[in-house]
Structure formats: structure tokens, C-alpha cells
């Protein structure tokens, strides 16, 4: 009962956060502040009632558009808040089943909200903002070395020094490794298209990814998010474009599928790569 009731709060609470989160994204590419002005219509300026920013209740209601004007609102805004409500659900859910302690929990969540908001931002600007990627990057490496410490409490292990520094180390490392994979694909990428093919933002990204997850499930977010673009690549290819641009040239925005990626990993890193090292006879 209390696993059922926890996972329908976190989802609810998924839903506040996903709403809150579409200001972001609106506003963020614009320069304008997330906390005033109150919520609004993008095209008349109408202040919303409260019972307009119900998570996807409001957006149902009002049949996807403003109530003063009869702008469309556009399917991101329920499709964002459902996203982060299903996942934050879905984390609760795991987490009690796997007891994880409440801060694990709380910081997958927050790689989760990241991600989903990382991922439009990518999809509609092509733009993986430093004020998401940087702290990203601290807050994911504090987190898991927050989770190594508690372990130690858990079991009453006295601090060994050495092996914590080696950790540490192996850590950063795997950091600096994420990170210089992508500037190798894109060197390489420039290299042979004398044009840019990602952008930095994707390296800082993929140091985020293997902060929160290690390098093992940075490049399995990685590798996950390379079949996605591939697809997406073999789309292009298959259905004509509209307009005078070729599928060669059309651009992808590859951090949207490395966000993908790296939410897959975050739930179902572990299994996939022991199956994978199964499978493989390792």
C-alpha cells in the first residue's frame, strides 16, 4: 500500500514539476525569467486562471488552446509534464521495490527532469544550455559519491582513504573519457565533412551522462542514442523532405537522443549490460 501511495505522489508531483518545467522551456530560449510574470498565453498575453495550469487536465479542458484567443498551446506542454510524471512514477516504484534510500531516488529524478527538459530544448533550438549541463555534471558526481559515503554508514565501514581516492579518480576519469568521445567523433566528423556535425554541448552532455550513470552506462546511453538517430536518419531517407533541403544536410538533434538514451540507461542500465556481458561470455 505505501509502495502504491508513494508511486501516485511521486507521479502527481512528476506532473507540478513537468509543468513547471514547459516555463522553462518556453521561456529559457527567450532570455525571460522563469518566476514573473505569471503564466501566460505565448500570443495574447492572457493571464492564466489556475484551473489553466491543471498538468494535461487544463490542456484537455481548453482543447489544446488559449481560452481568450484560441491560439494553439501545441502538444509539448502535456507531452512534457506526462513525461516527467510517468518516469518520476516509475522511479518510485523501482526504488521502493530495489529499497533504495530516498536521495537516490531524488537524484534520479532530477537526471530524469534534465533530461526531459534537455531533450526539447535540443529537438526545437539544437541548444544543450551550460546552465543545465555544468551543474549537471557536479550535481551528478556529488550524488554518487554521496551514495558510495552512505553505503560505508549503512555497513559501519570505517573510511578507507586509498580506495576512496581511487574511486574518486576512476570517476573523473570516466568523466573525462564521456566527454572526449564526443570531441573525437566530432573532430573526426569535421574532419572528413569540413563541417560541424555536434556541438559542444553534446560533449558537456555526455560528461553529465557518465557523472550520474559511469561510463559503462554513459555509452550505453550513448550507443542507445546513436540507433535512435540512425533511424531517425533512415526516415529522412525513406520519406521525402519538404522543400528544397536534402536528407544529407538536414539536422539532427542528436542530444535529444542522447537523452533518450541516457533515460533508458538511468532505469534499465544494469540488467542491459549484464545481459549484454552474459550474452557475451564475460
Same mark, same amino acid.
Given at each position: 500500500m505505501?509502495?502504491?501511495?508513494?508511486?501516485?505522489?511521486?507521479?502527481l508531483?512528476?506532473?507540478?514539476?513537468?509543468?513547471? $518545467?514547459n516555463?522553462?522551456?518556453?521561456?529559457?530560449?527567450? &532570455?525571460e525569467?522563469?518566476?514573473?510574470?505569471?503564466?501566460?498565453?505565448?500570443?495574447?498575453?492572457?493571464?492564466?486562471?489556475?484551473w489553466?495550469?491543471?498538468?494535461?487536465?487544463?490542456?484537455?479542458?481548453?482543447?489544446?488552446?488559449?481560452?481568450?484567443? &484560441? !491560439?494553439?498551446?501545441?502538444?509539448?506542454?502535456?507531452l512534457?509534464?506526462?513525461?516527467?510524471?510517468?518516469?518520476?512514477?516509475?522511479?518510485?516504484?523501482?526504488?521502493? @521495490?530495489?529499497? #533504495?534510500?530516498?536521495?537516490?531516488?531524488?537524484?534520479?529524478?532530477?537526471?530524469?527532469?534534465?533530461?526531459?527538459?534537455?531533450?526539447?530544448?535540443?529537438?526545437?533550438?539544437?541548444?544543450?544550455?551550460? !546552465?543545465?549541463?555544468?551543474?549537471?555534471?557536479?550535481? &551528478?558526481?556529488?550524488?554518487?559519491? $554521496? @551514495?558510495?559515503?552512505?553505503?560505508?554508514w549503512?555497513?559501519?565501514?570505517?573510511?578507507?582513504?586509498?580506495?576512496?581516492?581511487?574511486?574518486?579518480?576512476?570517476?573523473l576519469?570516466?568523466?573525462?573519457?564521456?566527454?572526449?568521445?564526443?570531441?573525437?567523433?566530432?573532430?573526426?566528423?569535421?574532419?572528413?565533412?569540413?563541417?560541424? &556535425?555536434?556541438?559542444? %554541448?553534446?560533449?558537456?552532455?555526455?560528461?553529465?551522462?557518465a557523472?550520474?550513470?559511469?561510463?559503462?552506462?554513459?555509452?550505453?546511453a #550513448? %550507443?542507445?542514442?546513436?540507433?535512435?538517430?540512425?533511424?531517425?536518419?533512415?526516415?529522412?531517407?525513406?520519406v521525402? !523532405?519538404?522543400?528544397?533541403?536534402?536528407?544529407?544536410?538536414?539536422?539532427?538533434? #542528436?542530444?535529444?537522443?542522447?537523452?533518450?538514451?541516457?533515460?533508458?540507461?538511468?532505469?534499465?542500465?544494469?540488467?542491459?549490460?549484464?545481459?549484454? $556481458?552474459?550474452?557475451?561470455g564475460?
Amino acid at each position: 500500500m505505501i509502495r502504491i501511495v508513494g508511486t501516485i505522489f511521486a507521479g502527481l508531483l512528476g506532473l507540478a514539476f513537468g509543468s513547471f $518545467l514547459n516555463v522553462c522551456l518556453s521561456r529559457w530560449p527567450e &532570455g525571460e525569467s522563469v518566476v514573473k510574470p505569471r503564466s501566460h498565453c505565448r500570443d495574447c498575453d492572457h493571464t492564466l486562471a489556475w484551473w489553466e495550469n491543471v498538468p494535461v487536465v487544463s490542456w484537455l479542458a481548453l482543447r489544446g488552446r488559449c481560452r481568450r484567443c &484560441g !491560439a494553439w498551446i501545441g502538444w509539448r506542454y502535456p507531452l512534457v509534464e506526462l513525461a516527467v510524471g510517468v518516469l518520476w512514477a516509475l522511479v518510485a516504484w523501482r526504488s521502493h @521495490q530495489a529499497f #533504495f534510500p530516498i536521495e537516490y531516488a531524488v537524484g534520479i529524478m532530477f537526471l530524469m527532469w534534465a533530461l526531459v527538459g534537455l531533450a526539447v530544448l535540443d529537438a526545437e533550438h539544437f541548444w544543450l544550455p551550460n !546552465a543545465l549541463t555544468l551543474p549537471g555534471i557536479a550535481l &551528478g558526481f556529488f550524488w554518487w559519491f $554521496l @551514495q558510495g559515503e552512505q553505503v560505508g554508514w549503512a555497513l559501519h565501514m570505517p573510511p578507507d582513504l586509498a580506495q576512496n581516492a581511487r574511486d574518486v579518480g576512476e570517476r573523473l576519469l570516466g568523466i573525462v573519457l564521456a566527454a572526449a568521445l564526443i570531441l573525437l567523433i566530432r573532430w573526426l566528423y569535421k574532419l572528413i565533412r569540413h563541417r560541424e &556535425g555536434m556541438g559542444l %554541448g553534446d560533449v558537456k552532455l555526455m560528461a553529465m551522462l557518465a557523472a550520474w550513470l559511469g561510463l559503462p552506462g554513459a555509452l550505453l546511453a #550513448f %550507443g542507445l542514442g546513436a540507433v535512435l538517430g540512425s533511424i531517425a536518419a533512415l526516415v529522412l531517407l525513406i520519406v521525402p !523532405a519538404r522543400g528544397s533541403e536534402s536528407w544529407a544536410t538536414t539536422k539532427l538533434p #542528436f542530444g535529444t537522443f542522447l537523452c533518450v538514451g541516457g533515460i533508458v540507461s538511468s532505469l534499465w542500465g544494469g540488467q542491459m549490460i549484464a545481459a549484454y $556481458l552474459h550474452w557475451a561470455g564475460l
